[in-house]
């Protein structure tokens, strides 16, 4: 199986808005160790500074599935947000629906998986 990744390079550009760092970053996708892009796609990211200790917010949801035939799949997906305290309401909700959108992703990514390697007879073919 080719390993896909994608990279992520800080450019040197950066500006300073209202404790907001306008950061450009440029991605760039590798297989293999070799660079497939077929342009570079540059992008910004907003980094923001906390001016004071930030409060944290965390999220985790997690699943079992059972995939039959006593086996059984497990899906987490988390986040933990810096904040600030009077935040914490609002990252909270952000980071609950952020995490329920990606845990349902994976349990259908799973569940599609799961389909495609079950023979005929409903029990998994582990040989693909």
Known sequence: MAKNTKTAKKVTETK???G???TKVTVTRTVMGKDVSTDTKE???VVNQFVTEPA???LTMGVTINLGNFEGARVDVGVT???YAEEVEAAHSFASSWVETKIVREI???RDHTRKRTTPTGSLDLDR
């Open 16 to 18: 300073v808005v209202m």
């Open 43 to 45: 992008d910004k990211l």
């Open 81 to 83: 947000l810096p904040c």
């Open 20 to 22: 907001s760092t306008d």
């Open 108 to 110: 259908e990514a799973l």
């Open 56 to 58: 944290k917010v965390s």
